[in-house]
């Protein structure tokens, strides 16, 4: 009963061994399947062309904007009040503000 068992192993061995030995060829896998289409749709497409698709898009009306940015106004430069300002008149500013302002921790109530 012990050589049952035995050549049932060994046999189960063998076939394990032979389907983990088969060579795979990398491009007929269903990842490098789509690896490779992904590659060549975007390969296709430069960034130009796709940034200047969005702006005949959203010139057509085509292509609403969506999200808590789509209704904000686009700024196209700095304040001027903010525009001369340096790191240290920043921290300047924020030490004054610091000692004439009381710090309030916790729930106000």
Do not use: C, F, Y
Not at 48 to 74: F, I, Y
Request: proline share 3%.
């Amino acid at each position: 009963m012990q050589v049952r068992q035995v050549v049932a192993a060994a046999l189960l061995a063998v076939t394990a061994v032979g389907a983990m030995s088969q060579e795979l060829d990398p491009s007929e896998t269903l990842q490098a399947k789509n690896i490779a289409a992904a590659q060549s749709a975007s390969a296709a497409r430069t960034r130009n062309s796709v940034v200047a698709e969005t702006r005949n898009l959203k010139a057509d009306g085509q292509l609403a904007a969506v999200g808590e940015r789509a209704d904000a106004p686009a700024v196209a430069a700095v304040p001027d009040s903010q525009a001369g300002r340096t790191r240290a008149d920043v921290r300047a500013e924020l030490a004054q503000w610091r000692q004439s302002h009381k710090l309030v921790t916790g729930e106000r109530g």
